[in-house]
């Protein structure tokens, strides 16, 4: 029986070399010459430090037009959080990762709606969809793709026949 799963994951290589290539426009930038500012990738967090709000602003754009080139989903960023010491600000960014339940709830809610004749289960932090056709498969990815209610970035696994 064919199936596939559904994930949020997002490639840790290409966010890495997003993030470097960001740090490398911010030393090019003339108007960002003598400020003290960076992009830092840590495990589950993006952080931008910069003297100045507006900065972090500029900066936030940077980041996402580089994630973009490089086909980083942008809703892998989570709500922001901003922190003020001394002389620098901070804003950092968590990276979503995996379903989590209510998402998962959510997407198989979808499902069912849609009248499709598949089966879906959630299991930990994917989706797991079954159906008797390729094309039934098929006609829930396209679904998904075209939902804009959902707010993580989706991909499609694990497609067996």
């Known amino acids: 029986?064919?199936?596939f799963d559904i994930v949020s994951e997002f490639d840790q290589h290409e966010l890495h070399n997003?993030?470097?290539q960001a740090n490398r426009e911010l030393e090019t930038r003339y108007?960002?010459?003598?400020?003290?500012?960076?992009?830092?990738?840590?495990e589950q967090h993006i952080t931008l430090t910069a003297e100045q709000?507006?900065?972090?602003?500029?900066?936030?754009?940077?980041?996402?037009?580089?994630?973009?080139?490089?086909?980083?989903?942008?809703r892998t960023l989570?709500?922001?959080?901003?922190?003020?010491?001394?002389?620098t600000v901070k804003?950092?960014?968590?990276?979503?990762?995996?379903?989590?339940q209510k998402s998962a709830k959510e997407i198989v809610k979808k499902i069912k709606e849609s009248k499709i004749k598949v089966q879906s289960s959630i299991q930990g932090d994917q989706v797991r969809v079954n159906g008797k056709k390729?094309?039934?498969l098929?006609?829930?990815?396209?679904l998904l793709k075209g939902d804009e209610g959902i707010e993580l970035a989706l991909q499609f696994n694990n497609f067996r026949d």
């Open 1 to 3: 029986m064919p199936s």
């Open 18 to 20: 997003a993030v470097d």
């Open 31 to 42: 108007d960002f010459r003598g400020v003290e500012a960076s992009f830092e990738l840590a």
């Open 53 to 74: 709000e507006f900065q972090l602003d500029q900066m936030f754009m940077m980041l996402t037009t580089t994630m973009s080139k490089r086909k980083v989903d942008l």
């Open 78 to 87: 989570a709500e922001p959080t901003d922190s003020k010491s001394g002389k």
């Open 91 to 100: 804003r950092t960014y968590p990276l979503k990762q995996g379903i989590d």
């Open 134 to 136: 390729r094309d039934d």
């Open 138 to 142: 098929q006609q829930v990815i396209q």
